[in-house]
């Protein structure tokens, strides 16, 4: 599952800087976890998605309902 801190922060106008800031999580780790070298813990999601005003369910990509019917008919 992707996670979508860029475009989300993109979306807000909020810059890498501020969004360090806000959340206390270093730069260079926020960029990880925007190109996916590293995935941010929860608590670290929290803190994002409270400094972007959204849920953390938000910051994650949807998946397509053609994949969800298709992994579902699997299970049966």
Do not use: F
Not at 28 to 39: A, G, I, K, M, P
């Amino acid at each position: 599952m992707k996670i979508l801190i860029w475009k989300v922060r993109r979306e807000r106008h909020i810059s890498m800087t501020e969004l360090a800031e806000t959340t206390g999580i270093g730069r260079s780790t926020l960029y990880d976890y925007e190109n996916e070298v590293s995935s941010p813990t929860l608590d670290a999601l929290e803190k994002i998605a409270e400094a972007l005003g959204v849920q953390i369910e938000t910051l994650y990509e949807k998946e397509p309902n053609c994949i969800k019917k298709a992994k579902n008919s699997k299970k049966g």
